[in-house]
């Protein structure tokens, strides 16, 4: 009885134990990570620190895409305002073109009388060279600001052929400066070529600013 006894608590022994590492075993297999659990946690950092450099270099890229845009619009901007620009001026040089051929026309129609303060002022503008266009610009500014007449005078104190401000200027060529328009023109070419240079240049000069 004793003998049966003893070697059946042996195999239970024995039992337990085998049972205790077999359950060992298990826990131990369910708690270590598997290869899979390792492959889909490794990566999951370094992915989201490269999302963040890609969104970045979107954004300076959009950044860097608005100001070239920018950039190139303004660039057009001021080509197009040079541009008209440009053909406004040759627009108004043509139309100045065209008013000083108008005006030569009717120049050449009328004949410059002898004695006349037109005659007069023709003399000594050709004494200076200014003959030709140069003449027809004088002829014009000259008209336009008196009528060639010596006692021409406007309400800012202008006097005379040239209309000179005020007309006491011309005095420097003589004390008759308020009746003889050989001392007024004198002045008045002097003028022109101290502040101008030439005729047409005060003529393009008035055309523009309506004074000289």
């Not at 134990?17 to 370094?46: E, H, I, K, Y």
């Not at 197009?80 to 009717?106: F, G, L, N, W």
């Not at 000594?124 to 005078?153: K, M, P």
Request: proline share 4%; aromatic share 8%.
């Amino acid at each position: 009885m004793n003998r049966i006894s003893i070697r059946g608590i042996g195999l239970a022994a024995a039992s337990v134990a085998t049972l205790s590492l077999a359950v060992g075993a298990t826990s131990a297999a369910a708690d270590a990570p598997t290869t899979s659990d390792v492959a889909a946690g490794t990566p999951v950092l370094p992915a989201l620190s490269h999302n963040a450099g890609l969104a970045e270099e979107s954004a300076a890229a959009a950044a860097f895409a608005q100001r070239r845009a920018a950039a190139v619009k303004a660039a057009q901007l001021k080509a197009s305002a040079a541009k008209a620009a440009r053909e406004k001026a040759a627009r108004e040089k043509a139309a100045r073109a065209k008013a000083v051929q108008r005006a030569t026309r009717a120049v050449n129609r009328q004949p410059v009388s002898a004695g006349s303060a037109r005659a007069i002022g023709k003399s000594l503008a050709a004494s200076r060279g200014w003959t030709g266009q140069q003449w027809v610009c004088l002829d014009n500014l000259f008209t336009r600001e008196s009528g060639w007449r010596t006692s021409a005078s406007n309400g800012s104190g202008a006097y005379g052929i040239p209309q000179a401000l005020p007309g006491s200027k011309m005095s420097a060529f003589g004390s008759d400066w308020r009746t003889n328009p050989t001392t007024q023109i004198r002045w008045g070419l002097s003028y022109i070529s101290g502040r101008y240079g030439t005729p047409c240049a005060a003529w393009n000069h008035f055309q523009s600013r309506r004074w000289y």
